[in-house]
């Protein structure tokens, strides 16, 4: 019986040498979500494959197969896309390190790629990076059910904008302690659910909590793209 063949938009997350002439490829997919295929013979100097398997471009791909690791039988270049240049290109291999750092294989997050599409474009155009990073780490923080409630407290209590509030694992936000470090403010909190960031304080704040749930999520595991960041002294996301 023939194997059924599988048609999707995708973009590469990552790629490694398999055998001498091959490729394992993460695919973040629209519909199928993060897939890993094979792309045989796509080291070859004249493989059709090597041109268009490229980082941060939008690409149609066929598959086969089952398994962990499908056989991927074409890839066609989509076009439209420019690739995102210095602390840019940075942000957007700190993307992708998430994306396979957070999401397990074939779990479908079409809203996801949807962003994760959006914001390659907002950093190809100069877009700020702080507020497109923001953005992007709050989208993935929801599709993946690891997002705390932001308008109200753990008490089921509305948060109060003028109040500062810590976030514990599991349970969400209680007030802080008077001069506690790690809290934000009320403020922050509701711009965070309306999709904006107003100041430069509720950009540092959505900051420290993204990289506070995110560092809880990953099991303090280090990402290596954001330690470039930070040495270089640039961008700290």
Same mark, same amino acid.
């Not at 048609?7 to 993460?26: C, G, K, N």
């Not at 076009?79 to 396979?100: I, R, S, V, W």
């Not at 923080?141 to 509030?165: F, K, W």
């Given at each position: ?8 938009? @995708? ?5 490694? +040498?398999?055998? /001498? ?9 629209? /519909? ?7 792309? =045989?013979?796509? =080291?070859? @100097? ?7 398997? #490229? ?20 890839? /066609?270049? %989509? ?8 602390? *840019?290109? #940075? ?6 390190? %998430? ?27 100069? @877009?700020? #990076? ?10 993935? &923080?929801?599709?993946?059910?690891? @997002? ?5 407290? *753990?008490?089921?209590? +509305?948060?109060?904008?003028? &109040? ?12 802080? /302690? ?6 934000? !403010?009320? =403020?922050?909190? #509701?711009? &965070? ?26 099991? !303090? ?10 040495? %270089? ?5």
């Amino acid at each position: 019986m023939a194997t059924s063949k599988v048609r999707d938009t @995708a973009f590469v997350l990552h790629s490694t +040498p398999y055998s /001498e002439t091959s490729l394992i490829v993460d695919l973040l997919t629209r /519909e199928h979500g993060r897939v890993g295929v094979v792309a =045989k013979g796509a =080291k070859r @100097a004249g493989s059709a494959l090597r041109a268009v398997l #490229l980082q941060f471009q939008l690409i149609s791909v066929v598959w086969s197969g089952h398994g962990e690791l499908r056989t991927l039988n074409s890839a /066609e270049w %989509l076009g439209g896309m420019q690739p995102p240049h210095g602390d *840019a290109l #940075l942000c957007a291999f700190y993307t992708n390190e %998430l994306l396979l750092r957070m999401l397990p294989r074939e779990d479908a997050h079409p809203a996801l790629f949807d962003t994760y599409s959006a914001t390659l474009t907002a950093l190809s155009e100069g @877009a700020p #990076l702080e507020e497109t990073l923001r953005g992007f780490e709050w989208q993935l &923080l929801r599709e993946t059910g690891h @997002a705390p409630e932001l308008e109200t407290d *753990a008490a089921g209590e +509305p948060i109060h904008p003028n &109040l500062r509030y810590a976030w514990q694992p599991g349970s969400g936000f209680i007030a802080a /302690e008077p001069g506690s470090e790690a809290a934000v !403010g009320g =403020k922050t909190l #509701l711009d &965070l659910a309306a999709g904006r960031l107003t100041s430069s304080d509720s950009r540092s704040e959505a900051k420290y909590l993204a990289r506070a749930i995110l560092s809880h999520q990953l099991e !303090g595991y280090p990402l290596r793209t954001r330690q470039v960041l930070i040495d %270089l002294h640039k961008l700290s996301p």
